[in-house]
């Protein structure tokens, strides 16, 4: 199944560029052709490109890193955290705070605020402060849910980053690019794609565009998700089929040996018969029990 089709990258626009007087002249290798002052993205190289860092994504997933989600233009903020949230990784919608990577160190402190106040807004320790003091709070932890709350259990750095419009998050890329963090980013004709390692050429301001390139990142890692998953339930199997091989060469004890209970007459086993020639006076005794005089 191809990872995506060219019908959908023209529906979606992705081919629209930039006015051609706002071009960068480094994305030439990019561009098609020029019509009514607008230039054309060529989507041959946008479809390799595509498939290029959706492998990239899906290794770094398989290898047990994270993703993190970058995009914080209005038209990338909702599909960046519904996609975000849909495959399980990390994102920023909001604002790129800097040195969210490279004074990561000091992000950690502000997440573990974060959850100690919604932990004390559950626990019941607002009970105890006043209204002011809770409002206080209230807006330190709105705030902070804002910035960081889609990096709120991040523990560590991500594997790669996927970043829309490189311009406007040239903070993030310059971060990942110290930290030696892989970057995927979705590049315009008016974008540098040099210090990008999979850089796909396309529209980065249209709503569906956006969506399209989100949407397939998100699919590289539920898909990397979905192998690892295999994985276990096929090693689950091969361990089920050597039990069941170990209880294939146990024999059966004679005491977990079915009886037929329509032929059963309610006489004891024959191994537990008594003796013909025992006494009718004679009862057998259990020696193990120790009987006391009353």
């Known amino acids: 199944m191809a990872v995506v089709t060219m019908k959908s990258l023209l529906e979606s626009g992705v081919h629209f560029g930039h006015q051609v007087k706002r071009w960068d002249p480094r994305m030439k290798k990019y561009i098609f052709a020029e019509r009514n002052g607008i230039h054309i993205i060529d989507l041959q190289k946008t479809i390799q490109a595509i498939k290029d860092a959706y492998d990239a994504v899906r290794k770094t997933v398989s290898s047990g890193k994270t993703v993190l989600f970058v995009g914080t233009k209005k038209q990338a903020q909702q599909a960046i955290q519904k996609e975000a949230e849909r495959c ?3 994102y920023v919608n909001n604002r790129w705070l ?3 990577l490279t004074n990561f160190a000091t992000i950690k402190k502000s997440l573990l605020r974060l959850k100690k106040l919604e932990k004390m807004e559950v626990d019941g320790t607002f009970d105890n402060l006043t209204k002011k003091e809770i409002a206080a709070l209230a807006k330190e932890r709105a705030k902070l849910q804002k910035n960081l709350g889609g990096i709120k259990e991040m523990k560590e750095l991500p594997g790669i980053l996927f970043v829309i419009d490189t311009r406007k998050e040239a903070i993030a890329v310059a971060e990942a690019q110290r930290m030696g963090i892989p970057i995927v980013a979705v590049v315009d ?3 540098n794609p040099e210090g990008i390692d999979y850089p796909i050429p396309g529209n980065d301001d249209a709503i569906r565009a956006i969506t399209l390139f989100t949407q397939i990142i998100a699919n590289a890692v539920v898909e ?3 192998e690892a998953g295999l994985k276990i339930i096929e ?3 091969e361990d089920d089929e050597s039990a069941e091989e170990m209880m294939t060469d ?3 004890r004679e005491e977990d040996r079915e009886i037929d209970i329509d032929s059963y007459n309610g006489e004891a086993p024959a191994s537990s018969e ?3 020639d025992t006494d009718e006076d004679e009862l057998p005794v259990d020696v193990d029990r120790v009987y006391e005089s009353k």
């Open 189 to 191: 004709t008016n974008c």
């Open 224 to 226: 990397a998700d979905n």
């Open 235 to 237: 090693t689950l199997g």
């Open 250 to 252: 146990m024999s059966i």
């Open 98 to 100: 800097g040195g969210m």
């Open 274 to 276: 008594i003796d013909e």
């Open 88 to 90: 399980g990784m990390f």
